[in-house]
T-cell receptor, first 112, second 117 residues
Framework: QKEVEQDPGPLSVPEGAIVSLNCTYS??????FMWYRQYSRKGPELLMY????GNKEDGRFTAQVDKSSKYISLFIRDSQPSDSATYLC????????????FGGGTRVLVKP | GAVVSQHPSWVICKSGTSVKIECRSL??????MFWYRQFPKQSLMLMAT?????????EQGVEKDKFLINHASLTLSTLTVTSAHPEDSSFYIC?????????????FGPGTRLTVL
């Protein structure tokens, strides 16, 4: 069993819809949780960075962490075709500047 | 700010040759650099962690004699794939961290696509 599980998708939504992504994990030591966006043949780009449980909002993005359930989510509101990419969750027992464990990534396609 | 570059962006080489990939932090000093590989439609797998001036720490299953990592300065790390074979063909991505001075984030490079014929 992988430490971090993420549905590979693809997840196809119409423009303007809410995109809902999630990851589950097994290592209770994880305290820092990140979401990255990766376009094809490019490096990952950090979208959200949260510590411990709770919610964090940044523009159209909302990240949620439920440590008791070992479950994290990312919501993208008012999705745009430019949001079409692969979204990777990542976690660390220390900060994001340390060793990260990635989920497998979910491919998202936002159709105009 | 916090830009990481990689060179080359793609490389094709013959089986048995060695290939060097450079990772540079352009506008900050990276105390730690990480090397990942990513197969098509798969996630990033950490290969090794390197701190400037120290030997790299390799993840389990990664051959340190095959994937040589040098972190000679606070802005440059290199990955050399020695005696490359077709199964080494992959997308190699580096990242760099400056610790607390830049919010404890990892900043990723654009990746290097290696194809071994």
């Amino acid at each position: 069993q992988k430490e971090v599980e993420q549905d590979p998708g693809p997840l196809s939504v119409p423009e303007g819809a809410i995109v809902s992504l999630n990851c589950t994990y097994s290592n209770s030591a994880f305290q820092y949780f990140m979401w990255y966006r990766q376009y094809s043949r490019k490096g990952p780009e950090l979208l959200m960075y949260t510590y411990s449980s709770g919610n964090k909002e940044d523009g159209r993005f909302t990240a949620q962490v439920d440590k008791s359930s070992k479950y994290i989510s990312l919501f993208i509101r008012d999705s745009q075709p430019s949001d079409s990419a692969t979204y990777l969750c990542a976690m660390s027992a220390q900060t994001a500047g340390n060793k990260l464990t990635f989920g497998g990534g979910t491919r998202v396609l936002v159709k105009p | 700010g916090a830009v990481v570059s990689q060179h080359p962006s793609w490389v094709i080489c013959k089986s048995g040759t060695s290939v060097k990939i450079e990772c540079r932090s352009l506008d900050f000093q990276a105390t730690t650099m990480f090397w990942y590989r990513q197969f098509p439609k798969q996630s990033l797998m950490l290969m090794a962690t390197s701190n400037e001036g120290s030997k790299a720490t390799y993840e389990q299953g990664v051959e340190k004699d095959k994937f040589l990592i040098n972190h000679a300065s606070l802005t440059l790390s290199t990955l050399t794939v020695t005696s490359a074979h077709p199964e080494d063909s992959s997308f190699y991505i580096c990242s760099a961290s400056a610790g607390t001075s830049l919010g404890n984030e990892q900043f990723f490079g654009p990746g290097t696509r290696l194809t071994v014929l």
